[in-house]
């Protein structure tokens, strides 16, 4: 049992809009737009790798809980970009943040991380001794853009979202899973064997992705996770006032709404604003609805994600700050 009783994001000071990617790339605004629901990104300088956006976001996330860093047993970071392998950037925020009681744990799922950080969050709260958990999903995905890839580089932005977690009424049912046989169709590259017996053969392990095998992916996954993760709850999609999906395109996000039979109200979209931030995007969209109040007690929440591996998650909860 586990609830989530505080929110927090924090964003890179640079905005890139699509009229200023048009300086960098050969695209267009309303080409973007149209496709995407992207307007504009935002996109780290060197002072804002994915752990200082991490601590950022769980500044606000403890503000807004009312606890301090060192009441944390566990901080777990969901991120593709880490701000280092070792130390972790777990450790890294935790170090910052002061928040010695606690274990940092990094995992990766790409942009379904911080559902798989909710569900390891969750699990870890039934134990007697943790009470308090922060789950932060952290990227700087402009670290593995190909900005000549005009396919793909106008889709990402950079940012971290966070939430704190106690023991309590909240979380009602998690679906997790992956498909590791369509793993090629959203992908980095294998990182070589480099050592002494193979020399130094560089790669660049850019990001790629097949677009249409990914949106194809997406729209089944996303309500039949949507579905499993309601039964587990012992609710219909009628009952849901709010759907938080992973924010990667809005034509992705429509598909879903249409197959679920949901109006896009119920739906909530902050795309245009950031692009695809990957594990921070549920994150940065929970706490926006929490700043701007959108959010009340007994609210029946489902958020909702998809990506590389390819992974999907879903969890449904009531709202009990």
């Known amino acids: ?4 009783i505080g ?20 695209t267009n605004d309303e080409w973007i737009r149209t496709r995407t629901g992207i307007s504009q990104r935002h996109i780290s300088m060197e002072d804002e790798n994915t752990g200082d956006l991490g601590y950022g976001a769980a500044l606000e996330a403890l503000k807004d809980a009312g606890i301090s860093p060192m009441d944390l047993d566990y901080i777990i970071v969901a991120t593709t970009t880490p701000h280092s392998f070792v130390p972790t950037t777990s450790c890294y925020i935790q170090g910052k943040l002061g928040a010695m009681n606690a274990a940092c744990l990094d995992i990766n799922a790409a942009c379904s991380g911080f559902i798989y950080g909710l569900e390891l969050a969750e699990s870890l709260l039934d134990k007697k001794d943790k009470q308090y958990i922060l789950v932060i999903g952290a990227e700087v995905l402009s670290k593995i853009v190909d ?22 009424e909240g979380i009602k049912g998690i679906v997790t899973g992956a498909d590791g046989t369509k793993g090629a169709y959203l992908n980095t590259g294998d990182f070589k064997v480099r050592n002494l017996l193979t020399g130094s053969n560089e790669s660049d392990n850019m990001l790629t992705m097949e677009g249409k095998e990914v949106y194809k992916f997406a729209v089944q996954i996303l309500p ?6 309601l039964l587990k709850s012992e609710m219909n999609v009628e009952d849901l006032d709010h759907i938080i999906p992973h924010q990667a395109n809005i034509r992705i996000i429509e598909a ?5 039979g949901i109006p896009m109200d119920k739906f909530f979209v902050n795309i245009q604003n950031t692009g695809n931030t990957s594990s921070a995007s549920i994150a940065i969209a929970l706490d926006e609805m929490n700043k701007k109040g959108l959010l009340k007690n007994g609210d029946k929440i489902s958020m909702v994600g998809f990506g590389g591996g390819l992974t999907y998650g879903a969890l449904t909860m009531v709202w009990n700050k």
Request: hydrophobic letters at 40%.
């Open 1 to 4: 049992m586990a609830r989530i």
């Open 7 to 26: 929110t927090g994001s924090f964003m890179p000071r640079s905005v890139i809009s699509n009229i200023e990617m048009e300086k960098y790339v050969e």
């Open 147 to 168: 900005y000549n890839d005009r396919s793909t580089c106008v889709l990402f932005g950079d940012g971290a979202g966070a939430a704190v977690l106690k023991k309590g």
């Open 256 to 260: 879903a709404a249409k197959r679920l």
């Open 224 to 229: 039949q996770a949507i579905r499993s993760s």
